[in-house]
């Protein structure tokens, strides 16, 4: 398997605080990969400037080859420039953040229809697709306040599939719902990614990341600790730090 | 109160009303077309462009409406530009509100919460399709209260052209006093037909809000 998404000794800094600090990784095709990490450890940030909603002090990230956000020499691109590359990168965020004045279908449409400029019917077909693949069939027509936490997260999954991205970014997707509604958005994640999608997701469901992750990242204060396949992270952690967030996990 | 000089008025008044109507609609078809114009500039990404909105809205508020009217009429010819009493007041009228009316219209888009437009950033939109498609639509029920309270303040305005000799309500009211001298009589009636108009259109904004759909 080859390197999809490559991340090369990537630095944040906000107000002179470090978030970042020489990160690297990458991400091969079909690969399930989760970052885990107390709060503040900069998971969320690593996430935010692989589509450049965040920018990154200084690093290199590629996405099948081409590199992403900045030109060669470095500078950030403009946004027309930055919008035409997150088209191939999707990105669900923790609060599902859908169009409030536009129905289930509409915000999964808008993406087809304005940016890859398929026609109305065209995006209208693939929005439908993409929500019978996430469940949500009969409520096509909802707008997003008629939808519980759990249905709209999956709306904001479906609205990112059908961009038909290479790869797929989740930041705490969970972490906004009650209890009872994570394990249906769980569900989801987890059939996508048994269909081989690549996604990189950050989360605090162990038993997610023990379950469905090809390999698990842990993060603290801005750096990569350690990683490796889940059974050996969660089983057999090498670093006193990951043994002490585990320990903690447990309660 | 002189009854028989009120109802020979009324007629003469309701000209005048006819005049302040048009240039009303007009001003308000302008000036809301140039706020929501400037309003869209005023969040662009591009600075020059901000910064000159800025400056206009600046001026606009930062001026008396008077001024700006003895500006449009007597100001212009001087670049070369000349407009009749009647179109300089349409235009200064639709320069004031559209000041306001960018105000407003930055405010409703900036009020939609910042997520929207980063699940629209990350799906691809340019910042003009964020701004059409995801901002302006939704800012639009919030905006229509303020923009009709800046629209009455332009009919309350217009009253204001008598001075360049615009033939509007207020002027009409003037000349018949002047020949009459029944000012209380004259001014009262003028209130009314203002009243009247205003009510209008406060309804008619109250009756397009809720036709808009709420989320």
Same mark, same amino acid.
């Given at each position: 398997?080859?390197?999809?998404?490559?991340?090369?000794?990537?630095?944040?800094?906000?107000?002179?605080?470090?978030?970042?600090?020489?990160?690297?990784?990458?991400v091969?095709?079909n690969e399930t990969l989760v970052l885990i990490?107390?709060?503040?450890?900069?998971?969320?940030?690593?996430?935010?400037?692989?589509?450049?909603?965040?920018?990154?002090?200084?690093?290199?990230?590629?996405?099948?080859?081409?590199?992403?956000?900045?030109?060669?020499?470095?500078?950030?691109?403009?946004?027309?420039?930055?919008?035409?590359?997150?088209?191939?990168?999707?990105?669900v965020?923790?609060?599902?953040?859908?169009?409030?004045?536009?129905?289930?279908?509409?915000?999964?449409?808008?993406?087809?229809?304005?940016?890859?400029?398929?026609?109305?019917?065209?995006?209208?077909?693939?929005?439908?697709?993409?929500?019978?693949?996430?469940?949500?069939?009969?409520?096509?027509?909802?707008?997003?306040?008629?939808?519980?936490?759990?249905?709209?997260?999956?709306?904001?999954i479906?609205?990112?599939?059908?961009?038909?991205?290479?790869?797929l970014l989740f930041?705490e997707p969970t972490?906004?719902?009650?209890?009872?509604?994570v394990q249906e958005v769980l569900e989801v994640m987890q059939a996508l990614s048994v269909e081989g999608m690549t996604m990189m997701v950050v989360t605090h469901e162990m038993q997610f990341a023990r379950d469905v992750a090809h390999r698990v990242i842990?993060?603290?204060?801005?750096?990569?600790?350690?990683?490796g396949s889940p059974k050996?992270l969660f089983?057999?952690?090498?670093?006193?730090?990951?043994?002490?967030?585990?320990?903690?996990?447990?309660? | 109160?002189?009854?028989?000089?009120?109802?020979?008025?009324?007629?003469?008044?309701?000209?005048?009303?006819?005049?302040?109507?048009?240039?009303?609609?007009?001003?308000?078809?302008?000036?809301?077309?140039?706020?929501?114009?400037?309003?869209?500039?005023?969040?662009?990404?591009?600075?020059?462009?901000?910064?000159?909105?800025?400056?206009?809205?600046?001026?606009?508020?930062?001026?008396?409406?008077?001024?700006?009217?003895?500006?449009?009429?007597?100001?212009?010819?001087?670049?070369?530009?000349?407009?009749?009493?009647?179109?300089?007041?349409?235009?200064?009228?639709?320069?004031?509100?559209?000041?306001?009316?960018?105000?407003?219209?930055?405010?409703?888009?900036?009020?939609?919460?910042?997520?929207?437009?980063?699940?629209?950033?990350?799906?691809?939109?340019?910042?003009?399709?964020?701004?059409?498609?995801?901002?302006?639509?939704?800012?639009?029920?919030? !905006?229509?209260?303020? /923009?009709?309270?800046?629209?009455?303040? @332009? *009919?309350?305005?217009? +009253?204001? =052209? $008598?001075?360049?000799?615009?033939?509007?309500?207020?002027?009409?009211?003037?000349?018949?006093?002047?020949?009459?001298?029944?000012?209380?009589? !004259?001014?009262?009636? /003028?209130?009314?037909?203002?009243?009247? @108009? *205003?009510?209008?259109? +406060?309804? =008619? $904004?109250?009756?397009?809000?809720?036709?808009?759909?709420?989320?």
């Amino acid at each position: 398997m080859t390197n999809l998404l490559q991340i090369e000794n990537l630095h944040k800094q906000y107000a002179g605080r470090t978030v970042l600090s020489d990160v690297s990784l990458s991400v091969k095709t079909n690969e399930t990969l989760v970052l885990i990490g107390p709060s503040g450890s900069g998971k969320t940030t690593l996430l935010r400037c692989v589509n450049y909603l965040e920018t990154p002090n200084s690093g290199i990230i590629t996405l099948d080859g081409e590199r992403l956000g900045a030109s060669s020499t470095g500078q950030r691109l403009p946004e027309n420039m930055l919008a035409a590359q997150r088209q191939r990168i999707g990105f669900v965020f923790q609060r599902f953040n859908l169009f409030a004045h536009l129905s289930a279908i509409e915000n999964v449409a808008i993406g087809p229809q304005k940016v890859l400029g398929l026609t109305r019917q065209e995006a209208h077909a693939r929005a439908a697709h993409e929500l019978e693949r996430v469940h949500l069939g009969t409520h096509m027509d909802k707008r997003p306040n008629q939808l519980s936490g759990g249905q709209q997260q999956r709306v904001a999954i479906a609205r990112a599939l059908a961009m038909r991205p290479k790869i797929l970014l989740f930041d705490e997707p969970t972490s906004a719902l009650d209890p009872e509604l994570v394990q249906e958005v769980l569900e989801v994640m987890q059939a996508l990614s048994v269909e081989g999608m690549t996604m990189m997701v950050v989360t605090h469901e162990m038993q997610f990341a023990r379950d469905v992750a090809h390999r698990v990242i842990f993060m603290d204060a801005g750096a990569i600790v350690e990683q490796g396949s889940p059974k050996d992270l969660f089983i057999n952690p090498q670093h006193e730090r990951t043994k002490q967030f585990l320990i903690h996990l447990k309660g | 109160m002189d009854w028989a000089i009120i109802s020979s008025s009324m007629p003469l008044l309701a000209v005048g009303l006819l005049a302040t109507i048009k240039i009303c609609s007009l001003a308000i078809l302008f000036g809301t077309l140039l706020g929501f114009v400037l309003g869209l500039g005023s969040v662009s990404q591009y600075r020059p462009i901000r910064w000159a909105i800025l400056g206009y809205v600046d001026f606009i508020r930062g001026t008396p409406l008077l001024i700006q009217i003895f500006l449009v009429y007597f100001a212009l010819p001087v670049i070369g530009i000349n407009l009749n009493e009647y179109w300089a007041g349409v235009l200064a009228l639709s320069l004031n509100a559209g000041g306001f009316i960018c105000e407003i219209v930055r405010g409703g888009i900036n009020s939609i919460e910042k997520g929207q437009t980063e699940a629209a950033r990350s799906i691809g939109m340019r910042p003009s399709q964020i701004l059409v498609y995801i901002l302006f639509p939704q800012s639009l029920r919030a !905006i229509l209260a303020p /923009i009709t309270n800046e629209l009455i303040t @332009l *009919i309350k305005g217009s +009253a204001l =052209l $008598s001075v360049i000799s615009v033939y509007e309500l207020t002027r009409a009211g003037q000349a018949i006093i002047a020949v009459h001298f029944v000012p209380f009589e !004259i001014f009262l009636l /003028i209130a009314l037909y203002y009243y009247v @108009l *205003i009510t209008c259109l +406060a309804w =008619l $904004s109250r009756y397009a809000e809720r036709k808009l759909p709420t989320w």
